[in-house]
Structures are given as C-alpha cells and as structure tokens.
C-alpha cells in the first residue's frame, strides 16, 4: 500500500481504497501501522481541512533499504500456506506474465 501512488502532495484514503480496491477499513489499519513505523505521514488537506492527506515521510526510501529480502520462492510458499511445487510454479509463471505486461517498453 505504501507504493500505491504516494505523492509528494499526499492522498485522501478514500483515493488509496480507490486505487488499491483495498477496503476502508484495511487502508485506515495500513496507514496507522506505517505511521507507528515512521514511513506514513498524515495532515490535513489544505483544500477541505475536514479531511486528512497521506504522504511519504522523509525516511520512506531508507526503510525499504532496512526491509529484510526474502527469495519470492519462500514468500509464495508462505501465502500458499505450503510447499506445493506446483502450485508456486503457476503463481510464478503468473506473476512473470504479469510483469511482462506492465514493464514499459524503451
């Protein structure tokens, strides 16, 4: 969610469930949890102070630097609750296609 469009300028979190399709509810619980993290800052939209903008903190790109990486392999196995080899060669050949797909062409 935190690279789901972030502006410099900040985002309402009715545009991130908007764009991430994401419920209200799981939007509002992201942002407290990268608040509590320091990725996340929130403030109010100048332009209806009744609601509140989301925008990157200064440290957003340090903390992904901090981020542990785990091979994809293993992080596919631990959403697919297993090891079934199958399986994680059909998540994979999916999300290769995928990844074809949205790559921008030079």
Known sequence: MARSGLRESGR???DITERTGFLQ??????VARFRAEGVLETTVDPA???????LP???IRE???SRPVAPIE????RALGGDDVE??????????GLARRLCVRS
Request: charged residues 30%; positive net charge; aromatic residues 2%.
């Open 12 to 14: 309402r979190p009715g």
């Open 25 to 30: 509810s799981q939007v509002s619980g992201a």
């Open 87 to 96: 399986a994680r060669a059909e998540v994979l050949a999916m999300l290769d």
């Open 48 to 54: 209806d102070r009744r609601r509140t903008l989301v």
């Open 57 to 59: 903190s200064a440290n």
């Open 63 to 65: 903390w992904g630097r």
């Open 74 to 77: 293993d992080v596919i196995d």
